[in-house]
């Protein structure tokens, strides 16, 4: 099964996200076997990060849970809410080769 977290920004923490960028791109990393997908979520304009989504193939939500209790964004309270969803699968994973060419941006 697959679950959709949803994950809204506190005030300020798309700015103070950068500090931890690294971190958490480790941690989505760790997590790509497990991940469907996942994208950063725009305001409605399309300027300014107000969140992320991350769908998950993992059996339980507390698996889900798992994954957002340890994720570094999550850790540094940047986040106002968090939503774990189930979901149908719909679309194949990602590749790899984007979140690593990301850590290289943050070095």
């Not at 340890?70 to 850790?75: M, S």
Request: charged share 20%; proline share 7%.
């Amino acid at each position: 099964m697959a679950w959709l977290v949803r994950c809204l920004y506190r005030p300020g923490g798309a700015s103070d996200r950068l500090a931890v960028r690294a971190e958490h791109i480790r941690h989505m990393l760790a997590w790509l076997p497990q991940t469907v997908f996942g994208a950063a979520m725009l305001d409605a304009d399309g300027q300014h990060f107000i969140g992320m989504v991350v769908a998950l193939a993992v059996e339980s939500s507390d698996e889900a849970q798992r994954f957002i209790d340890t994720e570094p964004y999550c850790r540094a309270g940047l986040f106002s809410s968090v939503e774990i969803t189930p979901l149908a699968q719909m679309t194949p994973p990602n590749g790899p080769e984007f979140l690593q060419s990301e850590l290289q941006k943050c070095h």
